[in-house]
């Protein structure tokens, strides 16, 4: 006796309950490891899925087990070649035993436990509480832009919108209501009519007939006005409401003074945070621009590439920047249908007085467009020790603390491991909380 | 051997299956099966499921439903890496010890591969599963799936009664337990074996028929008096020592809530249910590889698949069955398949084509001819260990090459102590023999004392055996958790056998 099942279309991903008890469980050292391999990976691969391993002792399922290296016990292996009775043979060392008893199936014992990471869940817990600032705000709240959609009829509308089906449908119904009389009806009385009018000496009964005729026929006739074919009753008009819907699409400037004093140390960690950022971005939007703006006394936009390998001498002039930034998101990118970030790095310097112009700029006509200014200061690493108070600081930075508004913020990195910590203070829920 | 077989004979002849050629197979090797092996099976039922499927199912002990447990999910975590990365493969069955005996097997396998499969899993291990005393005694194949499906709902439940990190806390403790949350050789107190199976189905009857009442009232939160009271006499039948930690536990534990109980009896359970299987890894593979075996050998013998056929499985079957020697890279220990399947071969020549070496070791089973009889017998009357202790043969033992190694900890050397020749035959047999016994290599570890009216401290004794102690890096957390679920103190004492 037996019974087949076919099962292959039976929802999988059984154990994703099993899953995520597991995250739960290991959440802290999933999370440590996930930013472990973000600093270590170059950032292209950021995306993809990946093996992580995580200190098994986490996740340890303990048993009362006998101690390998304890006691006497005999072992029976197979393969025996040249060993007779009585022989001796050295232990490898550190003691481990070769026979397959002692490797426990639970992965205990081992320093790690590796397992593999799907893109999303990777990126999931990267983001994991980051929000960006004033996101619901724009893409929820102050929806800009429009789209018409259907919205069922209704009985007023222009005559291109007529719904004809819906019209003629009510128009049918109605007729029938009415016991409107049909064509058919009133041309078969109009013919008996004229038969009988052709007869040249109609007899009293014809005549009697003519007559009923004739008066049948008013009636009718008087009955069709009464209940015309199309009634303005029966008019429908397809209905078109305006729908809002959220700006799904974000463009993200990023701004780099590229002059001598910027090294290659300098724009890494640069490139670092745009990455990350960007990464961002593209989890939250369907679609996301980047802008490379670089400058030195004077600003262009240019292909990543250049952006971040190519070198150029000059002065130090970030106004330039931002009035570049200006232009193009004027010309491409207009706020009804982008949300705009920028992503600003520098090493601090720039000519003197421009560090006012900055601040001008930046409050009379950048941050009112714009969803987030982020201004990250890349510091030598023994300055940041000197840095580390808020307030003192490069010209740039100490004007920038002028600015209040919640949506720009600023903040120092002298090193890859101190990117993801400011990341989040960047983009925390905190932060937002204290915008709100 | 007939000639070539007449190809109008052929059960199926390309390698991509459909319904219908599973079938009609399956009429075939089920035939076979029964009526020249003389099998005796519980009803099958055959699931088609695919690789995705078949991780699924790795991770939760091979069974369709189970409980919601984090390390579930890290098995999942570790299986699906290893056979996406190609560190692994995916077996090509699962088997349950279920009435209907449930049988998985993967979409992607080829029609030839789908039939050794069912030989192997819906023949041989279901043979197995139904007539071997152990899965007889200590498993309720008609209830387990009913039992489950109760566990998973049960434990859902509590985690939305109580929160998951309670759940979570007491699964933990109580999983690391289980291995001490078996019944091996002593009964429940004063209970007759048949008296307790006749419990054991009476409770899980009732677990059925109540299933509604027992959604509507649990998980309760705190135990009525009667409850606790019958609770109590329970424990007070319980003569110390008690080798099944868990259910010292969950009858006597002064802290544990009643839906606590109720989890460490799941967790128990089905500890226990998996119990039989730990000790017949040998045997249960032993039986499936060599009923597949004789079953796809006589099924081409008959003409009812190809040549090509045949070959494709003996290709399979030799890498199911290849042992690695000791100095192999391969080598990871013995291989159940092919340590079972040589045995049993040897049975059936034993029986049949006996040596005078085999007259002078087995003078009852040598030369009488039902081979069919003789393996039916052992199927059902042995685990690993005495199994071994019976059946294996010189032969066998020389096939292998096997050889006993000496390990004292105080020692920097191991000592060859026995090899496959006359004087080491016994020794390496019954070496063996001990590497398949559970309690040889488990720690033995008992209650020895409960101060329930006073501090309620609880007593465990581990039984040291040849100098043995327990490792030191997991005995300590495990300690934690048996604290936990005890809620006081526990003391361990390691003390040595006196024997």
Known sequence: MSHFIDRRLNPKGKSLGNRQRFFRRAKGQIKEAVNRSLRDRSVKELEKSGKISIPAKSTAEPRFRLDGASGRRQHVHPGNKEFSTGDRLRKPPQGGGKGGKDASDSGDGEDNFSFTLTQDEFLDIFFEDLELPNLIKTSLKEMTAWKWRRAGVTVTGAPTNLNLIRTMKNAHGRRLALKRPSTKEVNELKERLFNLERIAQPTDEQRAEMKAVLAKLEELEARRRWAPYIDPLDVRYNAFAPQPIPTTAAVMFCLMDVSGSMGEREKDLAKRFYMLLYLFLQKRYEKVEVVFIRHTHHAEEVDEETFFYSRQSGGTIVSTAIEVMQEIQRDRFPTDDWNIYVAQASDGYTQSGDAQRCVQLLNEEVLPILQYYAYIEILDEREMDVFSDPDAGAELWRAYRSIKDPRFAQTRIAHPRDIFPVFRELFSKEKKGQAA | ?499
């Open chain 2, 1 to 499: 051997m007939s000639a070539t077989p007449k190809s109008d004979n052929l059960l199926f002849s390309e390698a991509a299956w459909t319904f219908a050629d599973l079938q009609r197979t399956f009429d075939a090797i089920e035939d076979i099966g029964l009526n020249d092996l003389g099998l005796d099976v519980y009803k099958n039922q055959i699931e088609i499921i695919t690789s995705e499927q078949m991780l699924d199912a790795y991770s939760s002990h091979g069974m369709p439903l189970m409980y919601r447990h984090w390390s579930f999910g890290k098995a999942f975590a570790r299986d699906s890496m290893n056979y996406q990365k190609g560190y692994t493969g995916l077996a090509y069955e699962i088997v349950i010890n279920s009435d209907p005996c449930i049988s998985y097997l993967m979409e992607e396998n080829s029609m030839t591969m789908q039939a050794l499969v069912m030989a192997h899993a819906c023949m041989g291990h279901n043979h197995f599963f139904k007539n071997n005393y152990l899965f007889q005694q200590w498993t309720d194949a008609s209830s387990i799936l009913t039992y489950l499906d109760f566990a998973k709902k049960y434990i859902a439940r509590c985690e939305d009664e109580y929160g998951w990190e309670e759940v979570e806390q007491t699964l933990d403790a109580a999983h690391a337990l289980q291995d001490q949350g078996v019944f091996r050789y002593n009964r429940p107190p004063k209970l007759s074996q048949t008296e307790m199976r006749a419990k054991v189905e009476a409770r899980l009857e009732h677990e059925r028929e109540n299933f509604n009442d027992l959604w509507r009232t649990l998980p309760q939160r705190e135990e009525d008096e009667e409850a606790a009271e019958a609770r109590l006499g329970e424990v007070r039948n319980i003569k110390l020592p008690e080798e099944n930690l868990l259910y010292f536990i969950e009858k006597a534990s002064p802290s544990l809530r009643p839906w606590q109980r109720e989890l460490i009896r799941i967790v128990r359970n089905v500890s226990q249910y998996f119990y039989p299987q730990k000790q017949t890894k040998v045997m249960n593979e032993g039986c499936a590889t060599f009923v597949h075996h004789y079953i796809m050998n006589e099924l081409h013998r008959r003409g009812q698949i190809s040549d090509g056929s045949i070959l494709e499985f003996l290709h399979s079957h030799s890498s199911v069955v290849f042992q690695p020697e000791f100095d192999d890279p391969r080598y990871s220990g013995i291989n159940p398949y092919a340590l079972g399947f040589a045995m049993m071969e040897d049975i059936v020549r034993i029986v049949t084509d006996p040596t005078d070496e085999d007259r002078e070791w087995f003078p009852a089973m040598a030369g009488h001819g039902d081979w069919r009889g003789e393996l039916k017998n052992a199927w059902a009357n042995f685990r690993d260990e005495s199994f071994i202790q019976q059946y294996l043969s010189p032969k066998v033992i020389r096939d292998f090459g096997f050889f006993a190694l000496g390990d004292d900890g105080r020692k920097p050397y191991y000592r060859v102590e026995a090899i496959h020749d006359e004087m080491g035959y016994r020794d390496v047999r019954n070496a063996l023999s001990t590497m398949y016994d559970l309690g040889m290599h488990e720690p033995n570890l008992q209650v020895v004392g409960a101060d329930l009216s006073g501090d309620r401290t609880l007593k465990i004794r581990h039984t040291v055996y040849k100098d043995r102690i327990l490792d030191r890096r997991t005995q300590d957390a495990v300690m934690g958790h048996l604290k936990f679920l005890w809620g006081y103190d526990v003391e361990l004492e390691q003390d040595k056998a006196e024997a």
